[in-house]
């Protein structure tokens, strides 16, 4: 970092020292040399010539910000002659402003009207007028120009032609700021959540020669100076010497304005003199590269300083690193963890995503077997004249197929329980079985989300394998039962049996140990147990639904 | 009890028919229409007490009679198919209605419902309310009327926090402390309202996502909603309740 920050000092003093480029003043045959010095995005051309005496000139000079601004440094000149060329019809369109020494105004959006020379036809520039802008005496003077086209009132062209000494920088003061107390306070009046903290700075002058210790409270060095003929020329230099050898580690010219004086601030932060060593600092008009500082007068009040080796022993400063290190380690475990966790919940997601579709699957796979034997069931019934029997079962086959056809996974244990009375009223017209459901259960509990068509197929077992064989002295028995936040759905019939362990087991029984598998995927919290008695004396099937309740 | 069936299928007005001679003899038929036109002409030829109305009649809809009736002094019976058009506005404007093919016992419940009410007649302002939640699906948040003892309330769902369950009763919870009861189950409404941003938390929890703060670990989990009150998450529920949290926030 400050390596780079080392290049990038050098490369703009390279480029400073580019731009301060000394032009001859006079050609071969001693005439003065025309000068185009209005910058190159400006459309409008400015020509300037100087006299004799003039010992140096550096045209094309940027103004920092200002794009169209140029400055141009001359050396003793006393009078100049500046000139811009523009079209004759256009002349009424432009004004322009004068200022000598930042103070007086000796033009102030005036029109051009001093008229230099015509440009003929058969010329290079014919209907173009060259205007004198009226300026002569520069003797140790800062003259700044503004001009414009209107309407563009707003593209002012920036000529600044200085020719004066650069004076030494008059630093005002240098201090230390760190972070002092912070202030908390509430105004009730704004009802705001937040109180307004204001951090207080410590302020210490920065005395020549002084020893420092840079730590996490520092903040840095203001520097103020006084006014100066052109700001931007005035840098704050910052050299470190370390082991015989100088560098420098901060350069700026970038000023700031407070208060109401003409003072001009600037800030080098603590990062640029937070290693041990010497350190000198010096604010100079900085103009060229070379050796010989043309315009500067000497450096004064430069001021040197040490920064200390930091303390063996744990400041707070320390203390605040070491806390924030562990801090940083206890938000890094914590991330780790969260994303680790995240990881598993769309893992998770994922997987019950899967057992959704695979559930959708099973479920419709369940649901032909009783469609079709409804449907026998309405025909004998027609077939027999029985048609209030037919309505009957009809709409109770009408309510079945719409929940089928509702595909919704879940459904209010209420609204089961009516749909196993119809299934099994319906299956009672065939086989004249005995059946009971019996909801020991609060009506609150009874609306309930359980999966859907979770008792069916056993149901359909118990019908098939014992009630249509048994009729009349078949009986088949739910019951909904609540043991603490279990819910416990139970059915009992009183046939043959059969046995458990057997493998070939029906097609709805697999599909339904599959399904609740799946279900237990996605409410791990909550499973559902499934277990299944067959004796002699008929078979116990019973539905623990664990914390639904 | 004069009444009308109005169905574009005859054979459907002929077996409603025959179960209404059968099952219910109070009602006297005063004629049918298989057509919006039709209808109108029966209507103001028989001043009918109540219709017996089918949603799909040809290219034009049940609601489409209605919006042609300036006034509607009758009462009516929606009959429909269980995916139709309109089956939700229906439900949300708390009107009556009967799912094809025709249940007798549910038909003659409704039909003995219609027989009793007489102190509040709300039916024309009911189907009004119908028919503007249908002009305006989509558009807003719908409102869902809540059948009181002597009124209807007519509320929009964003204003409701949450309900809950009380016995076979379903408490509303506005957003103005106002608390309203309704003699359906919250099954019910948790049907209608979780399409339109609730969430059940709880058998006798139903939440409108809108008022939730956040998700609190207490108990097994727990949502805090704005208000500062907590609604118990049962652990059946948490995978959806989460699920629909993780999609809005």
Redesign the interface.
Same mark, same amino acid.
């Given at each position: 970092m400050k390596t780079i920050f080392i290049l990038f000092t050098f490369s703009l003093l390279f480029s400073i020292g580019r731009a301060q480029q000394k032009l001859p003043v006079t050609d071969k045959s001693g005439q003065p040399l025309n000068y185009g010095i209005s910058h190159l995005l400006s459309k409008i051309d400015v020509t300037l010539t100087t006299d004799r005496k003039t010992k140096s000139i550096s045209p094309f000079n940027p103004i920092p910000n200002d794009p169209l601004g140029t400055i141009v440094y001359l050396e003793d000149a006393t009078s100049v002659s500046i000139s811009t060329r523009v079209r004759k019809d256009s002349l009424s369109y432009y004004r322009y402003s004068v200022f000598e020494n930042d103070t007086t105004a000796v033009k102030s959006n005036a029109r051009l009207t001093t008229i230099d020379y015509v440009w003929p036809e058969g010329s290079d520039f014919p209907g173009y007028v060259t205007m004198n802008l009226g300026i002569s005496d520069v003797r140790n003077k800062k003259i700044t120009i503004k001009i414009y086209r209107l309407p563009e009132e707003s593209k002012v062209t920036t000529l600044i032609i200085f020719n004066k000494p650069l004076k030494a920088a008059q630093l005002k003061s240098a201090n230390l700021i760190s972070k002092g107390r912070t202030l908390r306070y509430n105004v009730p009046e704004l009802r705001a959540d937040m109180p307004i903290i204001r951090e207080l700075n410590d302020v210490k002058a920065l005395k020549n020669g002084i020893r420092l210790n840079v730590t996490q409270k520092t903040r840095g060095i203001k520097l103020t100076i006084g006014k100066t003929d052109l700001d931007f020329v005035y840098h704050v230099v910052l050299k470190k010497n370390s082991g015989g050898k100088e560098q420098m580690v901060f350069l700026s010219n970038n000023w700031t304005y407070e208060g109401n004086n003409d003072d001009l601030f600037n800030f080098i932060p603590a990062s640029y003199f937070s290693e041990p060593g010497s350190y000198e600092l010096i604010v100079t008009p900085l103009l060229s590269q070379s050796s010989q500082p043309t315009t500067v007068g000497s450096i004064k009040g430069a001021i040197s300083f040490t920064v200390a080796k930091p303390p063996i022993t744990f400041g707070k400063g320390e203390i605040s690193i070491g806390l924030l290190l562990l801090l940083l380690l206890a938000a890094t475990t914590f991330i780790l963890i969260r994303r680790n966790a995240r990881k598993k919940i769309t893992i998770a =997601?994922r997987q019950?995503e899967i057992a959704n579709t695979e559930l959708e699957n099973v479920r419709s796979r369940l649901s032909p077997h009783f469609v079709f034997n409804a449907l026998t069931g309405i025909q004998n019934l027609m077939n027999r004249n029985e048609v209030e029997k037919a309505? *009957?079962y009809? *709409?109770k086959f009408?309510?079945l197929t719409?929940n089928i056809?509702n595909g919704q996974q879940l459904i209010?244990l209420?609204?089961e329980h009516k749909l196993l009375e119809d299934y099994l009223s319906m299956e009672q017209l065939r086989f004249n079985f005995n059946y009971e459901i019996h909801p020991d259960i609060g009506? +609150? +509990?009874l +609306?309930?989300? @359980?999966p859907s068509m979770l008792l069916q197929p056993f149901l359909e077992n118990a019908v098939k394998h014992s009630m249509s064989i048994m009729g009349d002295k078949g009986i088949l028995r739910i019951e909904f039962k609540s043991v603490q936040k279990d819910l416990i759905l139970l059915v009992k019939d009183n046939g043959e049996g059969f046995n458990v362990q057997q493998e070939h087991e029906g097609l709805g029984l697999s599909l339904c140990k599959k399904r609740i598998n799946l279900l237990n995927q @996605?409410?791990q +919290?909550?499973p559902i147990l499934l277990e299944i008695s067959s004796g002699q004396r008929g078979t116990t099937v019973i539905i623990t639904?664990t =914390?639904?309740? | 009890m004069r009444t009308l069936i109005i169905d574009d299928e005859p054979s459907n007005i002929e077996n409603l028919s025959m179960i209404l001679r059968t099952y219910c003899p109070r009602v006297q038929l005063a004629g049918s229409a298989s057509s919006v036109e039709r209808a109108i002409q029966q209507i103001a030829a028989h001043q009918p007490e109540l219709i017996l109305l089918d949603i799909q009649l040809g290219k034009q809809t049940g609601f489409d009679l209605l919006r042609l009736l300036p006034v509607k002094d009758f009462e009516i019976i929606f009959i429909t198919a269980y995916d139709s058009y309109g089956i939700d506005a229906i439900k949300f404007a708390a009107v009556d209605y009967l799912l094809k093919p025709i249940d007798i016992a549910e038909l003659v419940l409704a039909i003995n419902k219609v027989e009793e009410k007489t102190a509040t007649k709300q039916t024309a302002q009911q189907l009004n309310f119908l028919l503007s939640q249908l002009k305006n699906v989509g558009a807003g948040p719908p409102k869902i009327a809540l059948p009181q003892f002597h009124e209807i309330r007519y509320v929009s769902v964003n204003q409701i926090i949450r309900c809950e369950a009380d016995n076979s009763y379903t408490r509303f919870y506005l957003d103005d402390d106002e608390k309203i009861l309704v003699s359906r189950s919250l099954k019910e409404y948790a049907e209608i309202l979780v399409p339109v941003g609730f969430v059940r938390t709880h058998q006798s929890h139903l939440v409108n996502k809108t008022f939730i703060k956040s998700w609190i670990k207490e108990d097994g989990g727990m949502l805090l909603l704005n208000n500062g009150i907590k609604i118990p998450v049962s652990k059946p529920n948490k995978v959806t309740v989460q699920a629909v949290l993780n999609q809005s926030w």
């Amino acid at each position: 970092m400050k390596t780079i920050f080392i290049l990038f000092t050098f490369s703009l003093l390279f480029s400073i020292g580019r731009a301060q480029q000394k032009l001859p003043v006079t050609d071969k045959s001693g005439q003065p040399l025309n000068y185009g010095i209005s910058h190159l995005l400006s459309k409008i051309d400015v020509t300037l010539t100087t006299d004799r005496k003039t010992k140096s000139i550096s045209p094309f000079n940027p103004i920092p910000n200002d794009p169209l601004g140029t400055i141009v440094y001359l050396e003793d000149a006393t009078s100049v002659s500046i000139s811009t060329r523009v079209r004759k019809d256009s002349l009424s369109y432009y004004r322009y402003s004068v200022f000598e020494n930042d103070t007086t105004a000796v033009k102030s959006n005036a029109r051009l009207t001093t008229i230099d020379y015509v440009w003929p036809e058969g010329s290079d520039f014919p209907g173009y007028v060259t205007m004198n802008l009226g300026i002569s005496d520069v003797r140790n003077k800062k003259i700044t120009i503004k001009i414009y086209r209107l309407p563009e009132e707003s593209k002012v062209t920036t000529l600044i032609i200085f020719n004066k000494p650069l004076k030494a920088a008059q630093l005002k003061s240098a201090n230390l700021i760190s972070k002092g107390r912070t202030l908390r306070y509430n105004v009730p009046e704004l009802r705001a959540d937040m109180p307004i903290i204001r951090e207080l700075n410590d302020v210490k002058a920065l005395k020549n020669g002084i020893r420092l210790n840079v730590t996490q409270k520092t903040r840095g060095i203001k520097l103020t100076i006084g006014k100066t003929d052109l700001d931007f020329v005035y840098h704050v230099v910052l050299k470190k010497n370390s082991g015989g050898k100088e560098q420098m580690v901060f350069l700026s010219n970038n000023w700031t304005y407070e208060g109401n004086n003409d003072d001009l601030f600037n800030f080098i932060p603590a990062s640029y003199f937070s290693e041990p060593g010497s350190y000198e600092l010096i604010v100079t008009p900085l103009l060229s590269q070379s050796s010989q500082p043309t315009t500067v007068g000497s450096i004064k009040g430069a001021i040197s300083f040490t920064v200390a080796k930091p303390p063996i022993t744990f400041g707070k400063g320390e203390i605040s690193i070491g806390l924030l290190l562990l801090l940083l380690l206890a938000a890094t475990t914590f991330i780790l963890i969260r994303r680790n966790a995240r990881k598993k919940i769309t893992i998770a =997601n994922r997987q019950a995503e899967i057992a959704n579709t695979e559930l959708e699957n099973v479920r419709s796979r369940l649901s032909p077997h009783f469609v079709f034997n409804a449907l026998t069931g309405i025909q004998n019934l027609m077939n027999r004249n029985e048609v209030e029997k037919a309505n *009957s079962y009809l *709409s109770k086959f009408a309510r079945l197929t719409r929940n089928i056809l509702n595909g919704q996974q879940l459904i209010a244990l209420k609204d089961e329980h009516k749909l196993l009375e119809d299934y099994l009223s319906m299956e009672q017209l065939r086989f004249n079985f005995n059946y009971e459901i019996h909801p020991d259960i609060g009506t +609150e +509990e009874l +609306e309930v989300m @359980i999966p859907s068509m979770l008792l069916q197929p056993f149901l359909e077992n118990a019908v098939k394998h014992s009630m249509s064989i048994m009729g009349d002295k078949g009986i088949l028995r739910i019951e909904f039962k609540s043991v603490q936040k279990d819910l416990i759905l139970l059915v009992k019939d009183n046939g043959e049996g059969f046995n458990v362990q057997q493998e070939h087991e029906g097609l709805g029984l697999s599909l339904c140990k599959k399904r609740i598998n799946l279900l237990n995927q @996605i409410y791990q +919290e909550c499973p559902i147990l499934l277990e299944i008695s067959s004796g002699q004396r008929g078979t116990t099937v019973i539905i623990t639904l664990t =914390n639904w309740l | 009890m004069r009444t009308l069936i109005i169905d574009d299928e005859p054979s459907n007005i002929e077996n409603l028919s025959m179960i209404l001679r059968t099952y219910c003899p109070r009602v006297q038929l005063a004629g049918s229409a298989s057509s919006v036109e039709r209808a109108i002409q029966q209507i103001a030829a028989h001043q009918p007490e109540l219709i017996l109305l089918d949603i799909q009649l040809g290219k034009q809809t049940g609601f489409d009679l209605l919006r042609l009736l300036p006034v509607k002094d009758f009462e009516i019976i929606f009959i429909t198919a269980y995916d139709s058009y309109g089956i939700d506005a229906i439900k949300f404007a708390a009107v009556d209605y009967l799912l094809k093919p025709i249940d007798i016992a549910e038909l003659v419940l409704a039909i003995n419902k219609v027989e009793e009410k007489t102190a509040t007649k709300q039916t024309a302002q009911q189907l009004n309310f119908l028919l503007s939640q249908l002009k305006n699906v989509g558009a807003g948040p719908p409102k869902i009327a809540l059948p009181q003892f002597h009124e209807i309330r007519y509320v929009s769902v964003n204003q409701i926090i949450r309900c809950e369950a009380d016995n076979s009763y379903t408490r509303f919870y506005l957003d103005d402390d106002e608390k309203i009861l309704v003699s359906r189950s919250l099954k019910e409404y948790a049907e209608i309202l979780v399409p339109v941003g609730f969430v059940r938390t709880h058998q006798s929890h139903l939440v409108n996502k809108t008022f939730i703060k956040s998700w609190i670990k207490e108990d097994g989990g727990m949502l805090l909603l704005n208000n500062g009150i907590k609604i118990p998450v049962s652990k059946p529920n948490k995978v959806t309740v989460q699920a629909v949290l993780n999609q809005s926030w």
